[in-house]
């Protein structure tokens, strides 16, 4: 069955310091992938998406993600993290090909970041 | 644009009542599925559909039931509330392979 695996349940860093998460998926095919975050109390809001070309792809907030294909790997980064960056971040895919699965987002478990000032 | 929207915000049910959970879109989507988060497991999916008339079962579609009549909505049935479907559920809306938009979610507790 296809998965997506989240490293990290909880990362607590420093104002100002660098954030990696990473993000392993288990199919395949040709995936859409995206990147997703939960301020508390709100619902989920896409940060970015990578659906093909240049592998490095840039979103909203500073945050970039780089697929590397031979690696099942979409990691988000952000080099500078910020106290309004706390939330939790989900990492999703989507198998691309024919049918109702070509629709569908299998999400990852998700990564609390605690940003401290 | 109002974009996803769910009602009610916030529900509490007794074990064996049965309610149904709104979702609407105005973005004409084809796709849009119901989500369960619970803590440390992510976001679990219900049922989705592909379009008005067409729906299917997700990874935990027990005790729900969906249809969509039309592209702009679709609604969660719980049948017979059991505390184990104290959750926060989330309606999405998107076309094909595309970003999916969140609603703002409905905190369900059952006692």
């Known amino acids: 069955a296809q998965s997506v695996s989240q490293h990290n349940h909880h990362v607590i860093l420093s104002e100002a310091a660098s954030l990696e998460l990473g993000c392993n998926y288990s199919?395949?095919?040709?995936?859409?992938l995206f990147w997703y975050v939960q301020y508390p109390g709100q619902h989920l809001q896409l940060l970015l998406k990578?659906?093909?070309?240049?592998?490095l792809v840039k979103g909203i907030k500073g945050f970039e993600a780089e697929f590397i294909k031979s690696k099942f790997s979409f990691n988000l980064r952000k080099p500078s993290v910020q106290w309004s960056d706390t939330a939790e971040y989900f990492c999703?895919?989507?198998?691309?090909?024919?049918?109702?699965?070509?629709?569908?987002?299998?999400f990852g478990k998700g990564t609390k970041l605690s940003v401290i000032p | 644009n109002a974009g996803v929207t769910q009602t009610p915000k916030f529900q509490v049910l007794k074990t064996g009542q049965s309610m149904t959970l709104q979702c609407a879109q105005d973005?004409?989507?084809?796709?849009m599925s119901w989500y369960r988060q619970d803590p440390g497991m992510g976001l679990r999916l219900i049922h989705y559909?592909?379009?008005?008339?067409?729906?299917d079962q997700g990874e935990v579609p027990n005790g729900y039931n969906v249809s969509r009549s039309t592209t702009e909505d679709f609604p969660l049935r719980l049948l017979s509330a059991a505390p184990s479907q104290t959750s926060v559920y989330f309606c999405?809306?998107?076309?094909?392979?595309?970003?999916?938009?969140f609603g703002p979610g409905t905190r369900l507790t059952v006692l």
């Open positions: 999405a809306s998107s076309k094909r392979g595309d970003t999916q938009y």
């Open positions: 199919y395949g095919g040709t995936v859409n």
């Open positions: 990578y659906f093909s070309g240049d592998p």
């Open positions: 999703a895919v989507t198998l691309l090909g024919s049918g109702a699965g070509s629709y569908q987002l299998t």
């Open positions: 973005m004409n989507h084809e796709y």
């Open positions: 559909s592909v379009g008005a008339g067409i729906t």
